[in-house]
């Protein structure tokens, strides 16, 4: 059987790039690709190549040159070693796609890679989990994204985020352009790593005092100063909950007005954190808290709800489309979100029972 080769070009958003949601989640797909005796072999670019990557059978890791500091740019960018690695007319490594997060690069990347002697491009797969388009306000921007969409085939991780790209490509596209992005637009999710969490969470007490969590990227758009304001809220009525909050990119700003929220009602905010290390920690706790504005990427909350058992939700597009409509936490406003977590600290036992079964 034909190996089949593809070239892994990420976009990553944070100087620690092995932290980056994007990292892991190629690993994971190679690691699937292993794990299911797939003949595919993997040249993964990196910024750096150190010894601590992970040493995987069907990978070879190949440094090109990224910056870190410069998402919009790099999302829009070819790195310069592109062609002398993986080009079709005399590059170093023979590939037969390219599998990358670079929205705004695409027909660029395409093309670089291209032989030009003959009729051929080079299949480039996108995944994009979180689309971006209404992140910005530059126009140019969003229709080079747009146009990124036609011309790739374009993988999302669930149905409101493909929704939203194809939007925009029906207001800065032709109509053959659009169906070309829509012919080429797929939804599938992730395997969450099922058999990893069952042993850690078998062998992982839950701590003896009542405690919160809040696991995700220190962010705007993750909204770690609500979750902060709903537990001190909890505190201040006489309700002693310790708030453990764990993230891999801090803005300095938010952490000054989680804690301010807060007045002593954290326990820690953990940052950099093992991935068993990880596992372990939100194992032990009794509920967690998702406050976050939009997500694309969620397998980290999937993950936290399996389990922990009991999340809290905000009423936003995202959340609708990840889960089933009668699952009980939910919160519509503040207010619902305060008698949420009030019920479940109280109930705690009768509040698993009634979410127990998402995990199925």
Wanted: aromatic residues 12%; positive net charge.
């Amino acid at each position: 059987m034909k190996t089949l080769r593809i070239a892994i070009l990420p976009l990553f958003g944070m100087p620690n790039y092995t932290h980056d949601s994007n990292f892991r989640v190629y690993m994971d797909i190679i690691k699937t690709a292993n794990r299911l005796k797939l003949p595919i072999h993997f040249y993964y670019c990196l910024p750096e190549i150190t010894d601590s990557l992970e040493k995987l059978p069907n990978v070879t890791y190949v440094p090109v040159d990224m910056e870190l500091r410069d998402f919009y740019g790099e999302m829009g960018r070819v790195p310069k070693e592109m062609h002398s690695l993986f080009s079709r007319k005399g590059g170093k490594y023979i590939i037969d796609a390219v599998f990358t997060s670079r929205t705004m690069a695409i027909d660029a990347l395409s093309s670089t890679l291209a032989d030009n002697r003959r009729d051929e491009i080079m299949p480039v797969h996108l995944f994009d989990p979180l689309v971006r388009v209404d992140s910005t306000t530059n126009k140019d921007i969003r229709k080079a994204m747009a146009f990124g969409y036609s011309k790739s085939h374009n993988w999302f991780l669930n149905e409101n985020e493909m929704n939203k790209a194809l939007l925009e490509c029906r207001n800065w596209l032709s109509p053959t352009l659009y169906l070309e992005a829509k012919e080429r637009s797929y939804v599938r999710g992730l395997p969450l790593a099922i058999k990893e969490i069952d042993e850690i969470v078998s062998k992982t007490p839950k701590h003896s005092k009542f405690r919160a969590f809040w696991g995700a990227r220190m962010s705007a758009e993750k909204n770690p100063q609500l979750t902060a304001e709903f537990m001190e809220k909890l505190n201040s009525s006489g309700r002693d909950v310790d708030l453990v909050m764990t993230t891999q990119a801090m803005s300095p700003k938010l952490v000054k007005a989680v804690k301010e929220n807060l007045k002593g009602s954290v326990t820690e905010i953990q940052t950099g954190c093992a991935r068993p290390v990880f596992l372990e920690l939100v194992a032990s706790f009794h509920m967690f808290l998702c406050s976050s504005r939009v997500e694309g990427f969620p397998v980290g909350f999937m993950e936290q709800l399996y389990a922990i058992g009991i999340g809290i939700f905000p009423n936003n597009d995202w959340v609708k489309k990840l889960l089933p409509k009668d699952y009980p936490f939910i919160y519509k406003n503040n207010t619902e979100a305060h008698t949420m977590i009030r019920y479940i600290f109280e109930n705690y036992d009768k509040a698993y029972e009634e979410a127990k079964w998402i995990k199925d």
